[in-house]
């Protein structure tokens, strides 16, 4: 059974830092490319980041760029989000998501398909403010 289990929200000022983690479980996760996505109230679905197999090739939203940065520990196959300087506009729901099909993923249009795909986790808070 396909797993990814998300954590490591919380409330955070502006300015500060979280890392979040995406835990998968079922498949063989180190051969597929892992997605980041953000949801906040009233929104629509963000994407935010993506890393590919091959763990130097990721891609980043304009938005979050040069201030996220995603990893991933194969031999713990867990998929890491630092997020720094932490903005307001960060706040919402984070979901880390998988297709099973995209290894490689370096586009918008690539982190797009990761995001809609059928499998993700349950998501964890991250909310930004005073």
């Known amino acids: 059974q396909v797993q990814l289990v998300e954590s490591g929200g919380g409330l955070v000022q502006p300015g500060g830092s979280l890392r979040l983690s995406c835990a998968t479980s079922g498949f063989n996760s ?4 892992i997605g980041w996505f953000r949801q906040a109230p009233g929104k629509e679905r ?13 891609y980043y939203a304009d938005s979050v760029k040069d201030r996220f940065t995603i990893s991933r520990d194969n031999v713990k196959k867990t998929i890491y989000l630092q997020m720094d300087n932490l903005k307001p506009e960060d706040t919402g729901v984070y979901y880390c998501a998988a297709d ?3 290894f490689f993923c370096t586009t918008s249009q690539a982190l797009e398909k990761l ?3 059928p499998y993700r986790g349950q998501g964890t808070q991250v909310t930004v403010g005073s």
Do not use: D, K, Q, W
Request: a neutral charge; hydrophobic letters at 25%; glycine letters at 14%.
């Open 115 to 117: 995001t809609t795909g």
């Open 30 to 33: 180190r051969g597929y490319a």
């Open 46 to 58: 963000e994407g935010v980041s993506c890393i590919s197999s091959t763990p130097t090739s990721t």
């Open 100 to 102: 099973l099909v995209l």
